[in-house]
């Protein structure tokens, strides 16, 4: 089985940071994309950013600028920076990575969600 446990939300003033992170965990033979997306009441969720396995990395409009993504492969886990936070960014942040477990395929894997509230 695989898990993805995320942390590192919290509640924080407009125009805070904080440092998600998302380690992957289980029976692991090889992680492909690892991303973030976020999903706020009533809304769709949406892609926040994501990265590849060589680290290239792409954004959504409303936060580039402002996060960066990045990870560690050794420790199988992605990291989201946020700052200039908004009241707009305030939602449920969801790890989500590509993963090959004993199949000869990759699989979509999600985490339960960590909560961002940005006050104003």
């Known amino acids: 089985q695989v898990q993805l446990v995320e942390s590192g939300g919290d509640l924080v003033q407009t125009g805070g940071s904080l440092r998600l992170s998302c380690v992957a965990a289980?029976?692991?033979?090889?992680?492909?994309?690892m991303g973030w997306y976020r999903q706020a009441p009533g809304k769709q969720r949406e892609m926040v950013a994501r990265?590849?396995?060589?680290?290239?990395?792409r954004y959504s409009d409303s936060v580039k600028g402002r996060f960066t993504i990045s990870r560690d492969n050794a420790k199988n886990t992605v990291y989201l920076q946020m700052s200039s936070l908004k009241p707009d960014d305030t939602a449920v942040y969801l790890c989500?990575?590509?993963?090959?477990?004993?199949?000869?395929?990759?699989?979509?894997?999600w985490g339960q969600g960590t909560q961002v509230t940005v006050s104003s």
């Open positions: 289980g029976n692991i033979f090889e992680i492909n994309d």
């Open positions: 990265i590849t396995r060589g680290g290239i990395s």
């Open positions: 989500n990575a590509e993963i090959r477990s004993a199949d000869p395929f990759f699989k979509s894997y």
